[in-house]
């Protein structure tokens, strides 16, 4: 869900040059505190302050900035991991439970989540290593309502409507139908496990495994569709190329400040991004990312888990005291928080849009786990590798004129390539 830039011998000794001194100021002031490293960064960083500050210990706070990866690994080799880590992807937990850094850990009473969501953080051994504290709701087109009154009902209404509003673009007649942030290679998977779990739901955990056919129908079936929509002349804020040099945050800002582009796929922290650029008493809504009919499509999610590292001082404890149904209120009542735990009371959230969220979220049968976050090393993608960097050459080329049935015989063997190379499919 977030950026991470590759590993190198400096980044790896910045983080354990970070880390020494972290842990002496966490022993110089009387009790030794948890310390916990987290993604987060800004406002996601306060909040989460402001929740441990209520655990019964001290408890200090690290943020290891976007590759969270590389700055625990080289914590490990410095001798001086933190006792708890906050991560972003399933894979990480049960790769680090196999090299033994991690203990079991377990939930509370109060603790349960979404059927398929525990088991991502199992290791075959049938133990616990994790527990998801946070969640990403990742099927949502944002729109503001003055802009564009009526919402697509299904995939071919989005496929008129942005044919429409393209060709009044073209004309400088109106806002482009599409903002995207195409230079962060998250989005672009984002759009497609959205149109996958629509268009082959029975393969969308297939591609997760070891033997998964990269270059199958459901694979191609997928990105048709996908062709199909990003070809349009004018769907995006000065075309494809631009688009490839938008950033996330630019692209929300392109909706709900500039109005240069009518709608925005993006998550449900999408709200956190627009607050601060909202012009007037006029705020974003969203509709669910729209499916073959009516209604919507399965619900995408992402997630990020607590794990406690081996022999760590009150890490198992503190991971336990995140999975409280109350532990989470003070970032519930702020809003821009999510919680993965159905035990979390719906009245908790702050406005009926987090309640409506928090609802779609306990659906039976309709969720999904980002599959981008569970494919097995480089390829799940960072910076410039990875299905990232793949989706977004298929975007350049779907957008610059290359007809779809050449983009995609690319863009599969690409995706089959690097699959092998990682031991996940082919």
């Not at 850990?105 to 953080?121: F, I, N």
């Not at 946070?134 to 564009?148: E, F, G, I, M, T």
């Not at 995140?322 to 035990?343: C, E, H, K, V």
Request: glycine share 12%; aromatic share 8%; charged share 20%.
């Amino acid at each position: 869900m977030r950026p991470a830039a590759r590993t190198s011998r400096r980044t790896l000794l910045r983080a354990a040059a970070a880390g020494a001194t972290a842990l002496a100021a966490g022993c110089s002031g009387g009790a030794r505190s948890v310390q916990v490293a987290v993604v987060w960064s800004t406002s996601e960083l306060d909040r989460f302050r402001e929740v441990v500050a209520g655990y019964p210990a001290p408890v200090q706070v690290v943020s290891a900035g976007n590759d969270i990866d590389a700055f625990l690994r080289a914590r490990h080799l410095a001798g001086t991991s933190p006792d708890v880590a906050i991560l972003p992807r399933p894979g990480l937990v049960t790769e680090y439970a196999q090299r033994g850094w991690l203990s079991p850990v377990r939930g509370s009473t109060e603790y349960a989540v979404p059927t398929g969501l525990g088991e991502l953080l199992t290791a075959e051994s049938g133990q616990r290593y994790g527990v998801w504290v946070k969640a990403a709701h990742k099927s949502l087109v944002w729109h503001l309502p003055s802009v564009l009154p009526v919402q697509p009902a299904n995939w071919d209404a989005l496929v008129r409507r942005t044919q429409e509003l393209g060709a009044l673009a073209r004309r400088d007649a109106g806002p482009a139908p599409l903002a995207i942030g195409a230079a962060d290679g998250w989005v672009l998977t984002d759009w497609f496990e959205n149109v996958l779990a629509d268009v082959a739901p029975e393969s969308y955990n297939a591609l997760a495994r070891a033997d998964a056919d990269w270059q199958g129908r459901p694979v191609r079936d997928t990105l048709d569709r996908l062709a199909g929509l990003w070809s349009i002349n004018g769907a995006f804020v000065g075309g494809g190329r631009r688009a490839l040099l938008t950033q996330y945050e630019e692209s929300v800002i392109q909706v709900v400040h500039t109005k240069r582009a009518v709608m925005l796929v993006g998550a449900d922290f999408t709200a956190d991004v627009a607050d601060p650029f909202q012009r007037g008493p006029e705020a974003p809504v969203t509709f669910r990312f729209p499916g073959a009919e009516p209604g919507g499509g399965p619900l995408i999610v992402g997630g990020d888990a607590a794990v406690a590292f081996a022999d760590a001082r009150g890490g198992v404890e503190l991971v336990e005291w995140l999975t409280r149904a109350d532990s989470f209120q003070p970032w519930l009542r702020a809003g821009g928080y999510l919680s993965p735990n159905t035990n979390v009371a719906i009245g908790s959230y702050r406005d009926r849009v987090g309640q409506g969220l928090a609802e779609e979220m306990r659906t039976p049968g309709t969720l999904r786990f980002d599959l981008s976050d569970q494919l097995p090393g480089a390829f799940t993608g960072s910076d410039g590798v990875g299905i990232w960097r793949i989706m977004q050459g298929f975007f350049a080329d779907v957008t610059d004129g290359v007809r779809a049935s050449e983009a995609i015989r690319r863009v599969t063997g690409l995706l089959a390539a690097a699959a092998r190379s990682a031991e996940g499919g082919r």
